[in-house]
């Protein structure tokens, strides 16, 4: 069977990215591209300049290059979507897919959204359609992260005791660690969590507010503890930190993985991947061999399989197959849920316990409130 895709927020220019977009939908059709099973077909931008360059870019008709979501969807009826568009609306323009009643799966950029109200709401919604709803998490798929799982499974480092999270914030940037916090765990609910952030500069990602810096703390139901710590000077020097009762693993920090059972550190093999995908020296080797594969192939395109390949092409596989696919929306709730939990006890200046009980975001509602200060409001 041969899905047919469409990609809706085609971004501007993919070779100048910046925090206002990425053109993540050049990578998501790339992927779809590497598949048999996939066919683009149409795309959707509002911005006329973006739909028409990424039109030209993938060779898609004149006539399935679209302004319009709904007129698009209505004349294309694709049976895959992947929704590129800003955080922000993610939830109107992933409901206005379910509500359409022309599709099977929709493929969407993370974070969810920016209010928790409207991560739910894609979530219920899609499940009511038969809709199969995934979120771009992708880092689930390399390799120091796979192996970091084999190695906890196997019993490396023993039982699994705590967590470690270091990085830029705890949304944009931390979607992705909270994520692999539930695949480490194996998707454990989590059961409270207590933050403090700091937010004296406005910090604005892809339309949507993230934290200067934060320190957070929580606990999952099987007793396993967490702890990130975000922005300059976080004192988690790594990627992530996987502490076990007979050792410990880090991910992302002098290098892509090593493990520590004793005085010293062993650096695990991940084949050249590192916490982003493959690396120049892979893309280098790995150049001349897809070129003579894919007819036409050029530079910007004969690139090694990277970690959104894999992600959408598990996707893909899930629909075909019937089965759970691994970047679920039920596995980016979770995510989600300790992200706004931190925010959450921020604002309260408290612990708070779940599931969370709120609609909006909170960041967002204490810059609006003045209960943290952005730089316009100083």
């Not at 919604?125 to 809709?131: D, N, T, V």
């Not at 969370?356 to 409130?369: A, Q, R, T, Y």
Request: with cysteine.
């Amino acid at each position: 069977m041969t899905y047919t895709v469409a990609v809706i927020g085609t971004g501007a220019d993919p070779d100048d990215p910046d925090t206002d977009g990425f053109a993540m939908a050049y990578r998501h059709a790339g992927a779809y591209r590497r598949l048999d099973s996939c066919e683009l077909v149409a795309c959707a931008d509002v911005v006329p300049e973006n739909a028409k360059n990424f039109g030209e870019r993938w060779d898609l008709p004149d006539g399935n290059v679209y302004t319009d979501t709904e007129k698009m969807l209505t004349a294309v009826e694709p049976d895959i979507v992947s929704v590129c568009v800003p955080p922000h609306i993610h939830a109107p323009v992933v409901m206005t897919c379910a509500e359409s009643g022309v599709m099977d799966a929709i493929h969407c950029e993370k974070p969810m959204a920016t209010r928790w109200e409207d991560c739910q709401k894609m979530a219920s919604a899609c499940k009511r359609a038969g809709i199969q709803l995934t979120f771009n998490h992708q880092r689930r798929f390399g390799k120091p992260f796979r192996k970091a799982k084999s190695l906890l499974e196997n019993g490396k480092i023993g039982s699994l005791e705590r967590i470690e999270l270091g990085g830029k914030n705890l949304f944009d940037y931390g979607s992705h660690l909270f994520d692999l916090c539930g695949y480490f765990t194996d998707q454990t609910m989590s059961k409270w969590v207590m933050a403090g952030i700091e937010y004296s500069e406005e910090n604005v990602q892809f339309g949507a507010h993230n934290e200067n810096q934060a320190i957070a703390q929580w606990r999952y139901t099987n007793g396993v503890n967490g702890l990130a710590s975000t922005g300059d000077g976080g004192i988690v020097d790594c990627h992530m930190r996987l502490l076990g009762s007979n050792g410990m693993m880090e991910i992302g920090g002098e290098v892509p993985l090593r493990v520590r059972t004793g005085k010293n550190w062993t650096t695990v093999d991940t084949g050249g991947e590192d916490v982003h995908g493959p690396n120049e020296t892979i893309f280098d080797a790995a150049k001349q061999k897809i070129s003579a594969r894919i007819p036409g192939a050029t530079v910007e395109n004969a690139r090694p399989e990277g970690y959104i390949d894999r992600a959408i092409a598990d996707t893909v596989d899930a629909l075909a197959t019937g089965r759970e696919p691994e970047l679920s929306a039920d596995n980016a709730l979770q995510a989600t849920e300790l992200i706004f939990g931190c925010w959450e006890s921020a604002r309260r200046c408290g612990r708070v316990d779940f599931p969370l009980e709120i609609d909006d975001n909170p960041l967002e509602s204490m810059v609006e409130s003045g209960q943290v200060l952005a730089a316009d409001n100083q």
